[in-house]
């Protein structure tokens, strides 16, 4: 029953005491492939690194919306020299982050918009962050798929109503569902999954964020997907091998990576 974590910072410094110890509880939990989106240039390699020693460890590279202050024409010169790497599958963190705003939000447009024409080109998927800007993020991906670029990706850490998900599924996106799903006042967000339903949806740990409800509090991990994938299960009333086994197909139907091997 292989398990995908489609977004697991992994490179993070709070996996830098024990990261080898990490990976082997994700195996044992059964995560056979994980992703690691980039959230700054400097953190690719770091990354990729990683992917080239675990088999199953693939990489997204972006710029982050908080970090978009850093874009400039020879930053997107390095995402696409570092996107034509065999491990990178996505480009992403991208997005637009109004509830910090880290960076002015007209840069975090512009780099946002620069980096999904970056991914059309290459024909990569993306994964999108998304916190206080749903509106004008659907802006950007309505104007996107619009340009016939083979739009896809995932809509990271769904937070959205039942509306934009059907909105976002219908262009060709599915929702990334991580430890909030586990929350008890996620009524919306389950919600808004019940509507899709599972052949929409991929798993997501978002570690060492947002651990799942019996860890609040603390560092999250790839090997508590398990506990995603059950509380997954119990709200579409499916069975716990069945969402592995769709979210793995979603999983690998956005990515385009065969199977888990190295």
Known sequence: MPLIDTHCHLDDPAFDGDREEVLARARMASVEALV?????????????????????????????????STFSSAALAQLREWARHPRVVAI????????????????????????LELAGELGLPVIIHQREARDAVMEELERWVASGSGARGILHAFSGD?????????????????????????????????????????????APYLPPQPYRGRRNEPAYLRLIAEALARVLGLSLEHIAEQTSRNAQRIFRFKGFEG
């Open 36 to 68: 690691i989106p980039s959230v700054t240039l400097e953190r690719i390699p770091v990354a990729l690194a990683l992917a080239e020693r675990h088999p199953g460890i693939y990489v997204a590279a972006g710029i982050h919306p908080h970090a978009a």
């Open 92 to 115: 992403g963190e991208i997005g637009l982050d109004f509830y910090r705003d880290l960076s002015p939000r007209e840069a975090q447009r512009e780099a946002f918009r620069a980096q």
């Open 162 to 206: 039942t509306a934009m998900a059907r909105t976002a599924v219908a262009w060709g996106f599915v929702l990334g569902i991580g430890g909030p799903i586990t929350y008890p006042r996620a009524e919306a967000l389950r919600e808004a999954v019940q509507a899709v339903g599972a052949s929409a949806l991929v798993l997501e740990t978002d």
